[in-house]
């Protein structure tokens, strides 16, 4: 990935916002390999990232969506993500049409553009983010009953507010296949661990 850092984005942006070109790799490829998340993933990703992110831990990530976003109006759009990674794509092997996949899986709430709050949670390091502790803990929020295992109920009644509520029964459904894999219909703590835990074998080398 060293060519990257002759890219004119990379010296730029670089130079503006004072990160280190290893942390400029490092943030872009958190983003990218988001491309692949699922919706469960993305939703339990913000929650964590709102809940355990300290000011200081954010700066970094706070410099680049502010580079990102062209227009200052606080939204990363599809056109401004193309704009910005045109040269990451040639290094990372990232078409145009995953470009348009990381979008809509960083979009949690579905309005079509990445607020800040969603931004966190696509670029945070994950081996971060995904710490068991923080599993543990956002596993007992979802757990609304307390009696060790998410129900359907209580992942309507989580994410219920975000746009995942207007696609119908069939997008719960889809969640508890995807991480209910014994079937049995709940979702226990180690079900819900390697869930989260596959973002990571995603990641960028």
Request: net charge negative.
């Amino acid at each position: 990935m060293a060519d990257l850092l002759n890219f004119d984005w990379f010296k730029s942006h670089g130079e503006q916002s004072r990160l280190t070109e290893a942390r400029l790799i490092d943030i872009s490829s958190n983003l990218i390999s988001f491309t692949n998340a699922t919706a469960f993933q993305s939703g339990v990703c913000s929650i964590i990232a709102n809940i355990v992110t300290k000011s200081e831990d954010l700066s970094e990530i706070r410099n680049m969506f502010l580079h990102l976003d062209k227009n200052n109006d606080g939204f990363l759009t599809l056109d401004e993500l193309r704009d910005n990674y045109k040269d990451l794509a040639k290094i990372c092997l990232v078409d145009e049409r995953n470009v348009e996949k990381m979008l809509k899986a960083c979009d949690d709430n579905g309005d079509g553009k990445i607020d800040y709050a969603e931004f966190i949670g696509a670029a945070y390091e994950k081996q971060l983010l995904l710490s068991g502790d923080n599993l543990h803990r956002v596993f007992s929020m979802l757990d609304a009953d307390g009696n060790g295992s998410i129900e359907k109920e209580e992942l309507k009644l989580a994410f219920g507010g975000a746009h995942l509520s207007t696609k119908g029964e069939q997008i719960w459904d889809e969640i508890m296949g995807e991480v209910d894999k014994n079937n049995d219909g709940v979702i226990q703590f180690s079900e819900f661990e390697s869930a989260m835990l596959s973002i990571l074998k995603q990641q960028v080398k």
